[in-house]
């Protein structure tokens, strides 16, 4: 499945906190890949201009974003990042890794989010995780439509200054990317309407931080201080064993991260397995992503 699809959608220009907003100068465009789904648009023109890019590797609320531009530089890694979806309620600390985008080197900020700006830190959550410690509570709590229609702006704020992007309703958008990652899952030859009515998906059995260490780390990369992001689905049989590995994105310029990581969840990673709302063991999928971060 490969596909490209343009999108117009109006953006005002609303400004936050008193920073000029910076407006879209492209359309989005939604990029049906192999095993992800990416909304890209850019805002602002010349050296000021910021890329955003919104990616879901299957269907969820929560997503990785990518911004690139030279407004981004001097950020450093690891930094304080605040960032807000509409132009109401508390911003959200959010981890975030810094970089570059290859061939160009433009500055790059790679962090999450989920657009109704749940704090994964904040008490309600946490209670939630206390009780499921695997079961990943973010991905059973929702983002309504009207909540995504809402999401006019992005406001990021990092050390010493702010930026906002006038993003116009996420509404269409969003449900652009749905339609997207229900056809990821027919790709990964599972029934996507089963796979959304699923009563439990698959549940590891043993902690996830547990199946990539830190002796684990690749000698050549560690050995010139490289970093790296790779996010990952594993086939889950119906007997909650991992039956394959695929790399969905690989935010590194040594190969070795993406095959060591790979290598090693297949011998690790094991799970309880989905069930339908009948109890009945279905074949599924997990994903889920490595940070390999130099401490």
């Known amino acids: ?13 609303t400004a936050a906190a008193g920073t000029a907003p910076l407006t879209p100068v492209t359309k ?45 530089a001097g950020t450093v890694d690891h930094a304080p990042v605040q960032l807000r979806f509409g132009e109401t309620g508390a911003f959200v600390r959010r981890p975030a890794m810094t970089g570059s985008t290859s061939g160009k080197q433009t500055p790059a900020l790679f962090l999450t989010g989920r657009l109704d700006n749940l704090d994964p830190l904040s008490p309600g959550v946490k209670a939630l995780a206390h009780q499921d410690p695997y079961g990943e509570v973010e991905a059973r709590l929702h983002v309504s439509p009207e909540t995504e ?24 958008p969003m449900a652009a ?26 549940r590891p059995r043993t902690n996830p931080g547990t199946w990539v260490r830190a002796g684990d780390y690749p000698w050549g990369p560690l050995a010139s201080g490289q970093q790296a992001i790779i996010s990952f689905r594993l086939a889950v049989d119906a007997t909650g064993q991992t039956t394959a590995c695929a790399i969905q994105s690989s935010i590194a310029s040594d190969d070795a991260f993406a095959k060591t990581t790979c290598e090693l969840l297949k011998k690790r990673a094991q799970f309880e397995p989905a069930r339908t709302p009948a109890g009945k063991a279905v074949a599924s999928y997990y994903v889920n992503r490595v940070l390999w971060v130099i401490p």
């Open 1 to 13: 499945m490969s596909a490209f699809v343009a999108m117009a959608l109006a953006a005002p220009g």
């Open 28 to 72: 989005w465009w939604l990029d049906y890949a192999a095993d992800s789904c990416r909304l890209v648009r850019a805002f602002g023109e010349g050296d000021g201009q910021i890329v955003a890019q919104f990616i879901r590797y299957e269907p969820s609320d929560h997503f990785s974003l990518i911004l690139t531009g030279k407004p981004l």
């Open 149 to 172: 229609a809402a999401a006019t702006t992005l406001t990021l704020r990092i050390p010493g200054r702010a930026i906002v992007l006038a993003l116009g309703s996420m509404g269409p």
């Open 177 to 202: 990317m749905r339609q997207c990652t229900s056809d990821l899952v027919k790709e990964w030859g599972l029934d996507p309407t089963e796979q959304a009515s699923l009563a439990t998906h698959p």
